[in-house]
């Protein structure tokens, strides 16, 4: 399985941003899918996940509601919509893929892993 994300970049507080994610592999739409950030210094944090079938969502609680998280399984990509981007949404977004089913919100929960992709959120 591999996986490339797309879509960050610098905007404002207040601002909405998508990021993209595609997949390739023969099993990948088997697998439940996550977003991760990470900032310089701190360990990677769980955004939000998606189970394989798409049936099932789950979001970190500190989003309050400000980011969805989807996935479009003819175009192998899964997707996060976020919206009122604060100062602190600033980091390096990962998406990664998990044979886990249920809540999978540790890293070390997750198999294969994107390159990552920078938002910076200015104020």
């Known amino acids: 399985v591999q996986l490339v994300e797309s879509g960050g970049g610098l905007v404002q507080a207040g601002d909405s941003l998508r990021l993209s994610c595609v997949g390739s592999?023969?099993?990948?739409?088997?697998?439940?899918l996550g977003w991760f950030r990470q900032v310089p210094g701190k360990e990677r944090e769980f955004v939000a996940l998606i189970s394989w079938n798409g049936a099932s969502t789950y979001y970190a609680d500190f989003l309050e509601g400000r980011f969805t998280i989807s996935k479009e399984g003819a175009k192998n990509t899964v997707y996060l919509q976020m919206n009122n981007l604060k100062t602190e949404d600033t980091g390096v977004y990962y998406c990664?893929?998990?044979?886990?089913?249920?809540?999978?919100?540790?890293?070390?929960?997750?198999?294969?892993w994107g390159q990552g992709t920078q938002v910076t959120v200015s104020s």
């Open positions: 592999g023969r099993t990948f739409s088997m697998y439940g």
């Open positions: 990664a893929a998990t044979r886990l089913s249920g809540q999978a919100t540790r890293a070390y929960d997750y198999d294969y």
